[in-house]
């Protein structure tokens, strides 16, 4: 029934297909979560403070470079994957039927409205120069 | 369900991940949304920055630092063993060794996550 190596994953899909894909997707962009996800967390926590990062923060420091600004959306496409792909495992194990419909489509569709306000926000933040 | 996984450590494991894994995913949606009204709506974002700069803020923080390091350490244990199958019979130690790095690394970034609220913010 299921693969014999699996302890707390999903087993892998026998069947290939867009399943087989999204399983190894899942553990492709977790690797590179591990590192990205972590990495933000470590900057956002430990290196600066929230108290200090404010809307003027983000843009004078945070987000002043390129460099910062494609970090920060790597880091959200992975999670959009990684983390609605999950809760699409989540809401298969404990959704059938309409019920699962209902709920996959909203997933969908708020993993949309997130790509897009995320994507926006990026893109269009502008700079302000230190000062 | 919780016999599903047969119990003990790997059903655990496997309940933390699942737990974890949908508070950080509750976590990103709000996040998402908050960073959008840096642009959309500044004062609003700055509003909401002071809950997230205040004491009950950087306890959630915590928990939030704690399901995503967890998450992270039981996601390399659950490819490791997806990967190199024969490690799966060391899958206890795999966990406890994901803990060791938890309480390793958890503890000082918790610290200084929750230092402010004793100290005040720093300068």
């Known amino acids: 029934m299921s693969a014999p190596y699996t302890r707390s994953g999903r087993a892998r899909p026998s069947g290939g297909g867009p399943e087989l894909a999204i399983w190894y997707l899942m553990r492709v962009t977790g690797v590179a979560l591990f590192v990205l996800a972590l990495t933000h967390f470590l900057i956002i926590h430990v290196i600066y403070d929230p108290s200090e990062q404010d809307a003027t923060w983000i843009a004078q420091v945070r987000w002043s470079s390129l460099f910062w600004r494609a970090f920060d959306w790597s880091l959200l496409m992975l999670v ?10 989540v809401i298969a194990d404990y959704a059938q039927g309409g019920r699962r419909m209902f709920l996959l489509t909203g997933l969908y569709l708020l993993a949309g409205v997130l790509f897009v306000l995320g994507t926006v926000v990026v893109l269009t933040l502008p700079v302000v120069p230190k000062g | 369900m919780l016999f599903r996984y047969r119990g003990g450590e790997g059903m655990l494991a496997w309940a933390f991940h699942r737990i974890s894994g949908v508070a950080v995913w509750a976590f990103v949606v709000l996040h998402v949304i908050d960073i959008y009204l840096v ?18 803020g950087r306890v959630l923080e915590t928990v939030l630092g704690a399901a995503l390091l967890y998450h992270a350490l039981n996601g390399l244990r659950i490819i490791v063993m997806d990967f190199w199958p024969p490690l799966t019979r060391y899958h206890r130690q795999l966990w406890y060794l994901a803990w060791v790095i938890f309480v390793g690394v958890g503890l000082p970034v918790a610290y200084v996550i929750l230092k402010p609220i004793w100290e005040g913010a720093p300068a």
């Open chain 1, 80 to 89: 959009l994957f990684h983390a609605f792909m999950g809760v699409r495992t």
């Open chain 2, 39 to 56: 642009g959309g709506n500044p004062e609003a974002y700055n509003e909401l920055l002071k809950i997230y700069a205040s004491p009950i």
